[in-house]
């Protein structure tokens, strides 16, 4: 007898389900987010030289005078990141913008304080006359707003001679680097100048001792080279020595650094005079250090604040003004001082 045929039993086992495979960028979505990145490579170079206090080479010293501005290209990142839906790059561009926002803060305390009683004040003027074309720009704030100190950057020989016939009632003494162009440098005072010594630089940079109040008070007027390329170790050069005559000076009583630094507070090499010297920049202690004087002349508006006026902790700030000068490609620096310390 035959057997019936078994039945075939077939077992289907059901697959486990896949997840579906990312969507590719649509290419306008690609294209955003090639350019969020690329928007952001600037801002993450600067803000991490920045961060490792360095001023490194072209171009990033040239970089660094814009460094607040850079949010604009690092906030534009994240906007189009986030437009493009790339999760990862957006935290990065959230984080690069982070960085610039942090490292565009001020660069020390606010509150500082100084002992002793008031004794003098002491207006400070520091003013850049480009090649001694804003002489009679500079004479007219002379006698506006009377200073007792007065550092002129980029003054030529017929500058010097106009100045310190103009105002010699005012200020009757002086010390100068007598030089053409941009290398001429005066330091106008209403009290006597002794010790007067030059920091070697391409551009004149003079100083002396001035006694305010029975005390020596040491002046310096700065003017280093720009940072412009090919010459950026030059500028480093020139900033190092003020540095240096700045540290020398340490402890030996009151201390003003005033000029056309060609330096904001974004350069280490800048900020090494502060620590060198343990001084502050007035326009900080007066809260205006962002501040731009820098430049005035030109397609773009004023993006930096390069010219200073760097005190020793004898000093108090009452305030600070930025004071356009005709025919000039600065703002001058007008800070009104309190020395302070005990009466000799």
């Given at each position: 007898?035959d057997r019936a045929?078994a039945?075939?039993?077939v077992?289907?086992?059901?697959?486990?389900?896949?997840?579906?495979e990312?969507q590719p960028?649509?290419?306008?979505h690609?294209?955003t987010?090639w350019?969020?990145?690329l928007?952001?490579?600037?801002?993450a170079?600067?803000?991490?030289?920045r961060f490792?206090d360095?001023?490194s080479?072209?171009?990033?010293?040239?970089l660094?005078?814009m460094l607040?501005?850079?949010a604009v290209?690092a906030?534009?990142g994240?906007?189009?990141?986030?437009?493009?839906?790339?999760?990862?790059?957006?935290l990065?561009a959230?984080?690069?913008?982070g960085?610039?926002?942090?490292?565009?803060?001020?660069?020390?305390p606010q509150?500082v304080?100084?002992y002793g009683?008031?004794?003098?004040r002491?207006?400070?003027l520091?003013?850049?006359?480009?090649?001694?074309?804003?002489t009679?720009?500079l004479?007219?704030?002379?006698?506006?707003?009377?200073?007792?100190?007065?550092f002129v950057s980029?003054c030529d020989?017929?500058?010097g001679?106009?100045?310190?016939?103009?105002v010699a009632?005012e200020?009757p003494?002086?010390?100068a680097v007598?030089?053409?162009?941009?290398?001429g440098s005066?330091?106008?005072?209403?009290?006597?100048?002794?010790d007067e010594r030059?920091?070697?630089?391409?551009?004149?940079?003079p100083g002396?001792?001035?006694?305010i109040?029975?005390?020596p008070?040491r002046?310096?007027?700065?003017?280093?080279?720009?940072p412009?390329?090919r010459?950026?170790?030059a500028?480093?050069?020139e900033?190092?020595?003020?540095a240096?005559?700045?540290a020398?000076?340490?402890?030996?009583?009151?201390?003003?650094?005033?000029?056309?630094?060609?330096?904001s507070?974004?350069h280490?090499?800048f900020?090494?005079?502060l620590?060198?010297?343990?001084?502050q920049d007035?326009?900080?202690?007066?809260?205006?250090?962002?501040?731009p004087?820098?430049?005035m002349?030109g397609p773009?508006?004023p993006?930096?604040q390069i010219?200073h006026v760097?005190?020793?902790?004898?000093?108090?700030a009452?305030?600070i003004?930025?004071l356009d000068?005709?025919?000039?490609?600065?703002r001058?620096?007008?800070?009104?001082?309190d020395l302070?310390g005990?009466?000799?």
């Amino acid at each position: 007898m035959d057997r019936a045929p078994a039945a075939l039993t077939v077992s289907v086992t059901s697959a486990a389900p896949t997840a579906p495979e990312p969507q590719p960028l649509r290419p306008r979505h690609r294209l955003t987010a090639w350019a969020a990145g690329l928007l952001l490579v600037v801002p993450a170079l600067i803000s991490a030289c920045r961060f490792l206090d360095t001023d490194s080479i072209t171009p990033v010293p040239q970089l660094l005078s814009m460094l607040p501005w850079l949010a604009v290209p690092a906030g534009l990142g994240v906007l189009l990141a986030s437009v493009a839906r790339r999760r990862v790059l957006t935290l990065l561009a959230v984080v690069v913008l982070g960085a610039v926002g942090w490292s565009s803060l001020p660069y020390q305390p606010q509150l500082v304080t100084s002992y002793g009683l008031p004794l003098a004040r002491v207006k400070v003027l520091a003013a850049n006359v480009e090649y001694g074309q804003a002489t009679g720009a500079l004479i007219d704030t002379i006698r506006r707003e009377r200073p007792q100190l007065v550092f002129v950057s980029e003054c030529d020989p017929a500058c010097g001679r106009a100045l310190t016939t103009a105002v010699a009632a005012e200020l009757p003494h002086h010390t100068a680097v007598d030089a053409g162009g941009a290398s001429g440098s005066v330091l106008l005072s209403a009290y006597p100048l002794t010790d007067e010594r030059i920091i070697p630089a391409a551009m004149g940079m003079p100083g002396a001792t001035a006694r305010i109040a029975g005390l020596p008070v040491r002046l310096q007027l700065a003017h280093p080279l720009p940072p412009v390329p090919r010459q950026v170790d030059a500028w480093k050069r020139e900033l190092g020595r003020i540095a240096d005559e700045a540290a020398a000076l340490r402890g030996t009583g009151p201390r003003l650094f005033a000029g056309d630094f060609n330096a904001s507070q974004d350069h280490a090499a800048f900020r090494s005079i502060l620590g060198a010297g343990r001084l502050q920049d007035a326009a900080r202690l007066a809260d205006s250090s962002r501040t731009p004087t820098w430049p005035m002349e030109g397609p773009l508006p004023p993006f930096v604040q390069i010219d200073h006026v760097l005190v020793s902790d004898d000093f108090t700030a009452r305030s600070i003004r930025f004071l356009d000068l005709a025919h000039s490609d600065h703002r001058a620096v007008l800070a009104d001082l309190d020395l302070r310390g005990e009466p000799r």
